[in-house]
């Protein structure tokens, strides 16, 4: 996946990495509840490059949608009798237009994905950490039979 260069996206899949690298049960409570607070620090700054490239493909898309009504609208007014030449002309005249804001959606797709793995992450971790909690606390119950 090609994700643009950022320190904190460089820093989320070192975590996500680094954390695939073990099971569950190998992580302390300390550990997890730094990466989860790690996770959630650093999704501040993805949350901002998800609506910067978000932002980006909307905004191709409305030039595209623009440029070609625009030049549609030129080509028809021409003459009515070359109505199919012109369309296909128009349609051409906006193919890198389409390129870009494909490219611009698709960097977009993937930081809302890896945003959303985020999310994911942490809350198995808090799931972990809860599991982990209610374990000590039965560990230290007197048993009773």
Request: net charge negative; with cysteine; glycine share 2%.
């Amino acid at each position: 996946m090609m994700y643009p260069e950022n320190k904190a996206i460089d820093e989320i899949l070192k975590i996500i990495e680094v954390f695939n690298s073990k099971k569950a049960d190998e992580w302390n409570g300390d550990q997890l509840s730094r990466i989860a607070v790690r996770l959630s620090t650093l999704m501040v700054n993805l949350g901002r490059e998800v609506a910067e490239a978000t932002h980006e493909a909307n905004t191709k898309y409305a030039f595209r949608k623009f440029s070609y009504a625009k030049d549609y609208k030129a080509i028809r007014q021409d003459i009515e009798t070359k109505i199919k030449d012109a369309e296909i002309e128009a349609t051409v005249m906006s193919i890198d237009n389409q390129r870009d804001e494909v490219e611009a959606q698709y960097k977009a797709d993937l930081l809302k994905t890896l945003y959303d793995d985020c999310e994911r992450l942490i809350m198995s971790v808090q799931s972990r950490l809860k599991y982990l909690q209610s374990e000590r606390i039965a560990s230290n119950l007197p048993n009773v039979e």
